[in-house]
């Protein structure tokens, strides 16, 4: 342990980093005492650690304010073009050491904290929630973008392990509060749901609908270092205050009371399925009521412009798309597209044709996956029920589409089919992919089977200055590299110096006893600190073929029990991931690799050279514990499964090094550091269709493969389950007969390439070396990049670092 820091280090410390003036560092004591006494209500004697973290949150807060509402204000006066990112998921970070890093309070906190005597890091590791990387990376450069989602009062729920088996437990986050959000009531919008469709000689109406109110919570958004502050608005759901009270006599009061549960279930709870589609109604109530009250924030917003409308000059929406981009994430908030249809042709009057350009214009898609289980496809029926005005608008958009398909390839039926936005069969069906594609000006995502697309971009990104990095010397290539990933490249320069790849090596190595104190302390478990860490921390999915990690650690610990003298290279296997709690499979994954533990991690001839743990509950503040400690980055997804990954990026930049197929974003890794400093096996996505072609046949590499049919034989045959020898019959039954995902064709090279890690391993300074090369080679992964190019070619706006005036700091 280095020895504590006097005051007056501590002090010197923040002027040379200049990060925060010392003087601030006495304001924030003063309003962290301030908040605790004041906002929380506590004096020292019962204050809990998790008052301290919000007394703590507050007094950054308070730094926020004063910026965020310039911001907006700035954005009147100036009027830009506006981006809306809308999603039905954000990936929440942690909000507290994000707004303190960007608004450069980190040091003083630190400080502050230290001096009142509150243990800053243990208060911010009970951190809650916050904005995903790319909401972060349009504040920094400076866009006016809007996050629009759910406040869920339910987010993914927490896994917990008991007997090797998963257990759902839900998140209740805000039982305690949330220090970072404010409601905004008197922005409420009402959202119609069922009803029918009448035509008038006024045109088209929708009536008789059941309201819902969409209740906005705005989170800030902070940007780095450049005084702008941006929204993310997430929508609650509220029943009306006569919500089902007119449908009653006096009598019915109470259950009308009791039944607007009813209508606020709509933002009670994220669906956790991970690439999956399930088709439950609450789920498309969920996806048109995010869509539905955006829609009427974005237009009023538009038309509040100072420019634009007055008294007497109606704003012509024609001009929507000059002022207005909307980013679909994935196809979940597709109903924006007949949505605003909708609002421009009936509310508004504008004629279809015009008001269609407009939508197209308007709106992009991101495309997320290429499995055909995930694409949504809503039945008709569900549609002519909820939102019957809708299913006309896609039925009119369709036979348009189709009208111009037919035009341009006259009597290519099948090609109509296939392009069609409403599939026949037993269950009419609308596809949503096909509405996005066709109701956009841009669309990016992965080659598929079916659509053609442009390579993932935003999905797979890195945000520079949550992800990095525990790694790095700083003082080698300076800080910039934190606005600008590509400095990283820098780092070549002193891939052969010696000083630097100790200094490397020794950080990954503190890192490791970190994580290790961290499992020693919170789970009992010990693990050997200078053994190899093989990470693989993502959904447990069959794509992802967690199966073929467990095959090798299953060989790996046969070969060990029939040479136990030879010189192993020690490896701590750790695996950790939530399975979708309605996915057989992948909870029957996680159980076979407890399993697998069990045996393994008990077995005095293996000892400390192989171990196998997994890490329970893996979500961001874990990500952030277990990335920088990785050695060894598993990517093994079958090629042409993975549309990009994000996972992979995080460990290439935190210094492990990857194994992997050339699947999603592994293949621009492998461009960008060298193919020869990543670890590439098996087979390419045209390998995959070859294979295809031919009729994949797993049994045969059972039977061909002696290391193979050992290890699979000992999970049929009970070797890992003694007391339940059956419990894995339906797992290998699947891989020998029906394994969409070909974990056998890879197994052979997967196991001569875990050989070559191995054996690297055995060599640090070529090892920290390779880890060099890949750190350097991570510039182009930056999301900042992604939204600057996002921002040109597809918003049509112009990123910009420059920052806005600061406001002065809170008293
Ligand atoms: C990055 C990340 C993911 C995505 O990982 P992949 O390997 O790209 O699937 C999932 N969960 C958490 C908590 C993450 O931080």
């Known amino acids: 342990m280095a020895k504590p820091l006097t005051d007056q280090d501590r002090r010197k410390q923040i002027s040379v980093r200049g990060l925060a003036g010392v003087e601030n560092v006495a304001d924030l004591k003063t309003?962290?005492?301030?908040?605790?006494?004041?906002?929380?209500?506590?004096?020292?004697?019962?204050?809990?650690k998790r008052d301290y973290y919000f007394a703590l949150a507050n007094t950054v807060r308070d730094h926020l304010v004063g910026r965020w509402i310039r911001t907006q204000q700035h954005y009147y006066e100036k009027d830009p073009k506006r981006v809306y990112y809308l999603s039905l998921e954000f990936y929440m970070g942690r909000t507290l050491q994000n707004t303190m890093v960007n608004l450069a309070l980190e040091n003083a906190c630190d400080e502050a904290t230290y001096q009142v005597r509150v243990i800053h890091t243990a208060v911010s590791n009970s951190a809650p929630v916050s904005t995903a990387c790319f909401l972060d990376s349009m504040a920094s450069l400076g866009l006016a973008a809007y996050g629009y989602g759910i406040r869920y009062e339910f987010g993914i729920f927490n896994q917990k392990i008991v007997s090797g088996w998963q257990v759902e437990?839900?998140?209740?986050?805000?039982?305690?509060?949330?220090?970072?959000?404010?409601?905004?009531?008197?922005?409420?919008?009402?959202?119609?749901f069922y009803g029918r469709v009448e035509h008038t000689a006024d045109g088209?109406?929708?009536?008789?609908?059941?309201?819902?109110?969409?209740?906005?919570?705005?989170?800030?958004?902070?940007?780095?270092?450049?005084?702008?502050?941006?929204?993310?608005?997430?929508?609650?759901?509220?029943?009306?205050?006569?919500?089902n009270l007119k449908d009653f006599n006096v009598g019915g009061y109470i259950q009308a009371v009791l039944d607007r549960n009813l209508a606020e279930n709509i933002s009670r709870v994220l669906y956790p399925n991970d690439n999956f589609f399930e088709g439950k109604e609450l789920r498309l109530k969920q996806e048109y009521f995010v869509v539905a009250a955006t829609l009427q924030d974005i237009i009023r917003?538009?038309?509040?412009?100072?420019?634009?409308?007055?008294?007497?000059?109606?704003?012509?929406?024609?001009?929507?798309?000059?002022?207005?981009?909307?980013?679909?994430?994935?196809?979940?908030?597709?109903?924006?597209?007949?949505?605003?249809?909708?609002?421009?042709?009936?509310?508004?009057?504008?004629?279809?044709?015009?008001?269609?350009?407009?939508?197209?214009?308007?709106?992009a898609y991101t495309n997320h996956t290429v499995l055909p289980e995930a694409l949504e496809r809503w039945p008709v029926d569900l549609f002519q029920n909820l939102l019957p005005r809708h299913l006309d608008i896609i039925y009119e958009i369709n036979r348009r589409h189709l009208e111009r398909i037919s035009k341009l390839y006259p009597g290519d039926t099948d090609r109509i089919c296939r392009m069609s936005l409403i599939?026949?069969?037993d269950v009419k069906k609308i596809n949503m992919a096909h509405l996005c594609i066709v109701g956009s000006h841009a669309v990016n995502g992965v080659e598929s089977s079916c659509i053609t697309c442009y390579k993932d971009a935003l999905a797979g990104h890195v945000q520079p200055r949550s992800c990095l990095t525990h790694l790095l010397n700083l003082q080698k290539i300076g800080e910039d590299y934190i606005r600008d990933l590509d400095q990283l490249k820098k780092l070549l320069d002193f891939v052969n110096d010696d000083a630097f790849i100790r200094d490397v090596a020794k950080i990954k190595q503190e890192n490791k006893m970190k994580f290790a104190a961290h499992l020693e302390a919170h789970y009992k478990v010990k693990i050997n600190p200078s053994s190899m860490f093989d990470v693989q921390v993502k959904r447990i999915h069959e794509y992802k073929r967690q199966l073929l990690n467990c095959l090798h650690i299953i060989t790996l610990y046969n070969r060990i029990k029939n040479e136990p003298n030879k010189q192993w290279t020690p490896r701590t296997i750790m695996i950790g991931g939530k399975a979708a709690p309605g996915y057989h499979t992948a909870k029957m994954i996680i159980k076979l690799i407890t399993s697998i533990g069990d045996i393994v991690n008990n077995d005095p001839v293996v000892g400390d050279r192989l171990k196998v743990i997994f890490l329970e509950n893996y979500r961001v503040t874990l990500a952030e514990k277990i990335i920088p400690a990785a050695d060894l980055s598993e990517q093994i997804s079958t090629a042409g499964t993975e549309a990009s990954g994000t996972g992979n990026m995080k460990f290439m930049l935190n210094g492990a090094l990857t194994i992997g197929t050339m699947d999603g974003a592994n293949v621009e890794m492998a461009e960008e550091a060298g193919e020869e400093n990543l670890f590439i096996f098996g087979m390419r996505v045209h390998d995959v269709e070859a294979l295809d072609k031919k009729g994949y046949d797993a049994v045969s590499y059972y039977n061909r493969v002696p290391e193979l049919?050992?290890?699979?034989?000992?999970?049929?045959?009970?070797?890992?389950?003694?007391?339940q020898p059956g419990l894995f019959k339906d797992l290998v039954n699947m891989l020998m007969h029906h394994d969409r995902f070909k974990v056998f064709a890879d197994y052979e090279d997967y196991i001569r390439c875990q050989e070559r890690v191995s054996a690297l391993y055995k060599n640090p300074k070529e090892w920290t070396k390779m880890v060099i090369h890949n750190i350097a080679g991570c510039g182009k992964f930056s999301s900042d990049r992604t939204i600057s190019e996002y921002a040109r070619e597809i918003w049509g706006m112009e990123p910009s670092l420059e920052k806005i005036a600061a406001p002065d700091a809170p008293r």
């Open 31 to 48: 309003n962290f005492n301030r908040h605790l006494h004041f906002t929380l209500v506590k004096d020292r004697n019962v204050a809990t």
């Open 204 to 243: 088209v109406k929708w009536v008789d609908t059941q309201v819902v109110l969409a209740l906005p919570y705005d989170t800030p958004v902070p940007g780095y270092r450049n005084n702008i502050v941006n929204t993310m608005r997430l929508w609650s759901a509220k029943a009306p205050c006569d919500f």
């Open 709 to 723: 049919k050992q290890a699979v034989d000992q999970i049929a045959g009970g070797f890992f389950s003694p007391s």
């Open 301 to 363: 917003r538009f038309k509040a412009s100072k420019f634009g409308s007055t008294e007497f000059v109606r704003l012509d929406l024609s001009t929507l798309p000059d002022k207005v981009a909307i980013q679909l994430n994935d196809t979940h908030p597709a109903l924006a597209i007949p949505e605003l249809m909708r609002l421009l042709v009936d509310i508004e009057k504008v004629p279809w044709e015009k008001a269609w350009d407009i939508v197209i214009r308007t709106c």
């Open 423 to 425: 599939e026949e069969g």
């Open 169 to 192: 437990e839900a998140d209740d986050w805000l039982r305690y509060g949330n220090p970072w959000e404010k409601a905004r009531p008197e922005y409420m919008r009402p959202v119609h």
